[in-house]
């Protein structure tokens, strides 16, 4: 059974930091890319970014993200991380990493609050 477990979400201020992880099982791990998707209040769900299998420089980032967010993995670990710097109020949303750039198969998702 496929389990992506995350964590690390919380309430912050705009230009603060968070970083996200997931904690991933039942599947190859190393074998897939993987994903961070969003949802904010009210709207539907929204890709924040992807990592090949292979790591490294084989990530992409949504517009809105870029230059703030970076992803990363730990293949030993089965672990997916997002980094996410210079927090905005529209960055507010539960978090979910995810098998797929849709989303289709995700975890339950960490809250993020970007508040003064």
């Known amino acids: 059974e496929v389990q992506l477990v995350e964590s690390g979400g919380g309430l912050v201020q705009p230009g603060g930091s968070l970083r996200l992880s997931c904690a991933a099982s039942?599947?190859?791990?190393?074998?897939?890319?993987m994903s961070w998707v969003r949802q904010a209040p009210g709207k539907g769900l929204e890709w924040v970014s992807t990592?090949?299998?292979?790591?490294?420089?084989?990530?992409s980032y949504a517009d809105s993200v870029k230059g703030r967010f970076t992803i990363a993995r730990d293949n030993a670990k089965n672990t997916l991380y997002l980094q996410m710097n210079s927090l905005k109020p529209e960055d507010t949303a539960v978090y979910y990493c995810?098998?797929?750039?849709?989303?289709?198969?995700r975890g339950q998702g960490t809250q993020v609050t970007v508040s003064s």
């Open positions: 995810a098998k797929d750039p849709t989303g289709s198969s």
């Open positions: 990592i090949k299998s292979g790591g490294g420089d084989s990530t």
């Open positions: 039942g599947f190859t791990f190393r074998w897939y890319a």
